[in-house]
């Protein structure tokens, strides 16, 4: 297997390459991409050194798979010419999430997507919408959702490496009684929170909000499922929390709920009352399972669990998610048709 | 009027200190009273000098109101004192809160249950409640309330003055690679969020979550209500926002929630789409009024409507709140029995 990484130098992408290094992720040859200005940064994997290569169209005629991690433009520009190589395309980027022909992948919860659909192209949800659906797909499975209202606590890792350095950088300002730089968010993020930042839609959700409703509509394959989200940045620096109410169709038993998630691969219960010990993420950034915790019964009704979910948007949000799927994909040779 | 300041040192004190001379509030005679380890501190206020007191069972019979700002225990111990000395008490501690004889007021909500109860103790609601009730109370008057589903944003201020220099203080351990202080919550606070540390109750609910659902019960006047709510701190210094989802019993009508609240006292609508601009710790500290944006139909159904809430904590949230209390009643002579 031909594998190459596309945008292998933001926060992403260098989770990947670390990923790769850390689960010994096989493959025949490996070739990194990024734009011109990371052209020449070297990185030693496995013993090897890996130079960072320019992002052009003729480079995917030698490779079978690439994990893209940039930007949808150039997701939708570079995965077109990829699949006419025949290279599959896992793509992180919000570019394909929502095609019918493409599956929307969370290994634990719809795998089979992928043969379904025989797409060359296989998209990585919202970061936000796989920690969600971690835990609310087993759920589902079991005792079908109603109902689910999200706020979301995330963190700045979601705008990438350098919305991570911004907020480091207003702890040192603060320390130094110096103004803060706010090149990326446009305002103060440390001691606040902020409403998320993307483009407010014509319905008055933003464009996150409504990738988490559509996109778990479509991974759970209910399109009329009844779901509302708030989504606000908090200033942590790579895990989103996220509080769920979520109502199910026949009356929920809490500790039915308790043996699912005990079951759920991928998923782990932090939730010691005597304690207080319940997700933070301090406590689940740099792990790859997704933590819930505070699970109880809603004083709403008998139908609603209230849960309180943490995930690393780096890790099971994004890196961790897309080479997964690389490792299914890789043995499962009819995907790979070169 | 012989008004006293009983917590005087607090975080809440010192709010209250700050208002008193910022709104002229009147009186005949102010003194304040903190635990020993005050004693001789002083405060110019209105250029006059105070010298804080002792805390002592017979200071209240040369008072005409006291304003409390200590802990549940103190409250407990030293209102019935008072009362019994004919000082009207308003009390920031949750030792009244529930009593069906005495009143939970927010001033422009239900101000009349202070005169309705006649009561010598007037009780300010939770931080997070009054936030919360500032905003769905004017809503509930016009469309009653069916249900309410609130994740709260909790700022360290909450906790007390330690926990704000705590909070600081991390970032100037972070800033030199220095161990974190960690004795008031016993855990990193710098870039995490937390379920709020309150003792977990035998429903699995915080206690923090049954005061925001028992006293808006006592507010809005109805023990039954739908009301479900759960707590979370961020490291942010003295603003809570909430995100709350709230169902009334008649169709939603957005034109007709901003009418509400754009006539409603005390409550600001920041809800700028075009601009991105909502409600934000960092805007919202220090201000009197509790502002709400992100005003939206749910997608959830035509009852529901989602909303996202910030209010200073330490202001509106509990020394605000008392200080317009002793406003009203210190000219509302009938409550004035000395």
Not at 158 to 182: N, P, R, V
């Amino acid at each position: 297997m031909n594998l190459g990484i596309v945008g292998c130098t933001g926060a992403v992408g260098l989770e990947i390459l670390k990923l790769i290094e850390k689960r010994q992720v096989k493959y025949n040859s490996l070739r990194l991409f990024a734009s011109k200005k990371s052209l020449g940064r070297k990185f030693m994997m496995n013993g090897n050194e890996h130079e960072v290569e320019e992002l052009k169209s003729d480079v995917f005629k030698n490779l079978d798979c690439a994990i893209f991690s940039v930007n949808s433009t150039l997701s939708k520009k570079y995965s077109v010419i990829a699949i006419n190589n025949k290279c599959t395309v896992i793509d992180n980027s919000s570019a394909f999430r929502m095609d019918p022909q493409i599956p929307l992948v969370i290994p634990e919860i719809n795998i089979d997507e992928i043969n379904r659909t025989k797409s060359q192209i296989i998209a990585n949800p919202n970061c936000s919408t796989i920690i969600l659906n971690m835990v609310i797909g087993p759920i589902n499975n079991i005792n079908p959702i109603e109902k689910i209202i999200i706020s979301t606590y995330q963190a700045a890792s979601g705008a990438g490496l350098k919305a991570m350095i911004e907020l480091k950088s207003q702890a040192k300002s603060f320390c130094q009684d110096e103004k803060y730089d706010t090149r990326i968010f446009g305002r103060q993020f440390l001691w606040n929170a902020f409403s998320h930042d993307s483009k407010i839609m014509s319905n008055w959700y933003n464009e996150e909000e409504m990738k988490m409703v559509n996109e778990t509509r479509k991974i759970l394959k209910n399109p009329n499922l009844k779901i509302s989200a708030t989504c606000v940045r908090i200033p942590v620096l790579r895990a989103h929390c996220e509080s769920v109410s979520l109502t199910l169709q026949n009356k929920i038993n809490i500790n039915e709920i308790y043996k699912i998630l005990e079951k759920s691969h991928g998923v782990k219960i932090l939730d010691d009352r005597q304690m207080g010990q319940f997700p933070e993420p301090i406590i689940v950034s740099k792990k790859n399972d997704v933590f819930v915790g505070r699970i109880r019964k809603s004083l709403i009704d008998d139908y609603t669990v209230e849960l309180f979910i943490v995930g690393d948007q780096l890790l099971k949000g994004a890196a961790l998610n897309a080479i997964q799927i690389y490792e299914i994909i890789s043995k499962n040779n009819s995907l790979m048709t070169k």
